[in-house]
């Protein structure tokens, strides 16, 4: 009992240092800024791969209905791939560092982002589709103006799901030698004990990136015309 | 104006065509409902006007043209188009719903704006409140009103209408009827309305064109003549063993009022109004006032044996009118519901301009069923 409380007391002391090493003095607040740009680096480079290849990919298998399970269950299989597998894999073709921590994220982001674009896509009313090609909308129109449009709220949640989980495995391509919030955790990690306030800090970041860019989206989400309950 | 030529539609893996051979016109200006029941192919054979289905065999004319030789796009953009669920765009303004096809066309900004005030006025919404509104916001019959102004914003000379006020209450079904017949008089759109419902065929179609399932052509005639000479057992089945009471909804008060009978005046003796009677022999006498205004009316009954006392005190109120341009079958249901035999027909000042009669009424039915005994 007393080991428990021993640690919880142990928790809160490395929480509160974790937020000082944010502050010039004790702190290292040019290093917390260097890692926090490697990890949105990591990030947006990675959910800008994964929007790119998935968006195409989820409007393609609504077209093209026969490539709708192999595209999904091949996504899925990726995302299955425990992460450090993943790297495993990819660390004898690519090296180590950025390169493989961004291919390896982009991989696990493609089955929510695919997925929820064709869920969105086929969830557009057939009735809205219907008019809109009875006006004499060509395909391209019908995709630009009336499916994205309307799906947008579910892709959205798709690219929600994505970047939060970019976020927190960016941590561990530190591991393999890219830069991110994950530098402050694992230079803890290998400090025994003396350094808990750096894991505190390395964590207390990462959670704060995701919380961010989760209200944003959200933000994003109910500013739809339309769609948004006003 | 619409023009098929021996159309059949047979879907994949179907081992029966949904429309087969169909040849029909409809000619420039005309309103021709198609309905017949469930599986009749009525909504397939409005779809291949606009090629959302194509047909297996056959050709569609449209405007002298083989729509199956046109850009399906350019096809579409020239043809008003209107379905039951309306799709409106939710994540459009009202404005932006009824410009899509005139910004595809390419029309100048202050061109749309003008035609889409324009045209809300024309469907009865308040373009200041509307045009910025999104769909959400509006009623059920206010959206199809919205979906009836896009159908019309390029002024297309063909419209469809595939079930349009199926999925609206009655009453206001009832005024978006009423309002369309009044919009269509002079706009004169050569119109394919499909409907399942034989009443709404009859009340809004200047053709009307019933299929057998398998979309088999069963007759395609005016309204009356469906009524009273139906084809054969299929359409007189079809049309319902009340087709009598149906025809009264294709004729006018004041086809069939009486507007030369016997009037009384509330300034007139109780001697001379009795005198009347009996030579009318009437048992009842409608009195009007000095200027002609209905004032109510007065039964044998009461007045008999009564010299001395004043018209007005023997005056009885009138239970219920009707006008000249009501139909008669909205007069019988009034005359039946109150149980009158005589139904005064009073103009937007409530002066009597005629009466209607029970008797009217039923002869109307009763020639109709003399035809379709005689068939």
Redesign the interface.
Known sequence: MTDFLQDLVDFFIAFKDGILYYFPGTGQPERVLEFLWGHLLITFVTMFFAIVISVPLGILITRVRSLYEPIIKLAAMLYTVPSLAMFGILIPFVGIGFTPTVIALTLYSLLAIIRNTAVGINGV?R????????????NS?ILL??EL??ALPVILAGIRIAIISTISLATLGSYFGADSLGNLIFEGISAGGTRNDKIAAGAIGATLLAIIFDYLISRIERS????AQ? | MIHFNNITKTYPGATKPSVDNLTMSVPEGETCVVIGPSGCGKTTTMKMVNRLIEPTEGEIYVTGRNILKQDPVELRRNIGYVIQQIGLFPHFTIRDNIAVVPKMLGWKKSRIDRRVDELLEIVGLEPTHFRNSYPRKLSGGQRQRVGVARALAADPPVMLMDEPFGAIDPITRDRLQNEFLRLQKPMKKTIMFVTHDIDEAIKMGTLVCILQVGGVLQQLDTPSNILSSPANSFVADFVGSDRGLKKLTLVRVNEVMKTDFPVGRHDESTNEILRRMKESDLDSLFITDEIGKLAGYVTLEAIQGQPQKKMSQMLQGIIATTEAEATMKDAFSQMLSYGIRYLPVVDERSKLVGMVTSDDAQRLVEQTNKVLMST
């Open positions: 009313d009735a809205i589709i219907e008019s809109a090609r009875g006006m004499g909308m060509k129109q103006q009336v449009p309307l739809l015309p339309g769609i006003k």
